[in-house]
C-alpha cells in the first residue's frame, strides 16, 4: 500500500495537481529539497507547489523503482522540465533522481529529494 502511495503522489506532481498532492500529504507534512531546505507542513507545500508548477510549467517526474528498508521508501528514477537558459533540441532537460520518502496511514509525511546539481542532461536518450 505504500508503493501506492508513492505513485498516488508522483501522478498527482505529474498532473500538477496540487489538490490531488495536498490530500496525499500529513499534516506536518516535511519537503526537503536536493539542498537540504526544508519546508513543514501541507498548507506551506501546497503555496510552494503551485509555485513550482508556474515556474516549471512542463515539470514531471518518472519512477522506475521503488524499495522499501522500515518505514522508509526509496524511489528511483527521473525527472524532466524546460529550465530557463537551456536550448536544447526539445527544449527539455531530463536528469536522474531519487526520493526518500515515508508514508504514515496512506500519506506522505516525508518527500526528501536527492538528485546530482550538475547541468541536467539536455535530451532523453536510450541508455542514460
Not at 16 to 38: C, N, P, Q, R, W
Not at 44 to 73: C, H, P, Q, S
Request: charged share 25%; with cysteine.
Amino acid at each position: 500500500m505504500n508503493k501506492k502511495t508513492v505513485y498516488d503522489f508522483a501522478n498527482a506532481i505529474n498532473e500538477h495537481s496540487v489538490d490531488k498532492m495536498y490530500a496525499l500529504m500529513t499534516d506536518d507534512h516535511k519537503f526537503i529539497d536536493a539542498h537540504g531546505h526544508e519546508v513543514v507542513g501541507k498548507h506551506k507545500m501546497k503555496i510552494d507547489w503551485k509555485g513550482y508548477f508556474r515556474e516549471f510549467a512542463d515539470y514531471k517526474i518518472e519512477i522506475t523503482n521503488i524499495v522499501a528498508n522500515g518505514e522508509f521508501l526509496g524511489a528511483f528514477g527521473f525527472a524532466s522540465c524546460t529550465l530557463k537558459g537551456q536550448q536544447t533540441g526539445n527544449g527539455a532537460s531530463y536528469w536522474p533522481v531519487s526520493w526518500k520518502v515515508v508514508v504514515d496511514n496512506n500519506k506522505i509525511k516525508l518527500w526528501q529529494v536527492y538528485e546530482d546539481p550538475k547541468p541536467r542532461l539536455k535530451t532523453k536518450e536510450p541508455g542514460l
